[in-house]
């Protein structure tokens, strides 16, 4: 072969070769992308199903946990005496006098029933809201709001007064993932019951307030005058950028008349 020959048969071959080279990098790129895809719907399907399957596997066995520790949960009974500035009791006399302070108000002592606080990660409650079909039967309760204790069941937060108390108990549920107890908290609106039970008895309380917030808005976990229940969950869904919260009062239960007249 001359070599003109041969330089016209090397130009013939390099497209040739250079495009041989680009349909490996494409084809490179195209498993490249395959398997990407693979991976994220893999973690997709482990976010959203198999952690469910696994929280939900989880509630029997909490189940079982919270039913022994309401069994060796001790109750006790506190001694409230109503303060003067109480809006409730009845009028006496002017001299204060009996049973009643200076400002005509009863000053029978009260008795409020007080359960023991439950160890960190424990499961001592049961929330329902028959309104939302995931929570019609109810979903167990732990104590603490780490990790681990929302991958159980929904948490109540350490600090915060316990269900049926005086004060604001917090408690917090995925919205997306392992069991998402808390994904259609949204559809509730003023009014709506919301029901606890503890070794107590069951308390049942009322949706008042609804609020959007930031993460870093701490005021909603704060105490409150009466006895109040605040649920607090991701939003919006598939995002952790706010929380969605949910803030009922007592409307009934083994302490309801007590607390009432401690306002």
Known sequence: MTDAETQQASAIAAPALRDRGALRVLHGLGWTFIYLGVLTLGFV??????????????????????????EQTEISDVVVVPSAESGNGESGNDSGQGETGSAGRS???LILKVESQPELGTAFALIRIPKLERLRDGWNVVEGVRVVDLRNGAGHMPGTALPGQP?????SGHRTTWGQPFHELNEL???DRIEVDTALGTSIYEVREIHVVAPTELWVTEPR??????????????????RYVVMAELVFGPNYDVIEAMK
Not at 46 to 66: D, G, K, M, P, Y
């Open 107 to 109: 000053a029978t002592p």
């Open 225 to 242: 005058e009466g006895a109040w229940l605040t649920l607090t969950t991701c939003h919006p869904k598939f995002s952790a950028r706010q």
């Open 45 to 70: 399907v482990h976010q959203l199903v198999i952690t469910t399957w696994f929280a939900q596997q989880a509630q029997s066995e909490l189940a079982l946990e919270r039913v022994a520790q309401w």
């Open 167 to 171: 004060g604001n108990a917090v408690i």
């Open 189 to 191: 609106d003023p009014g």
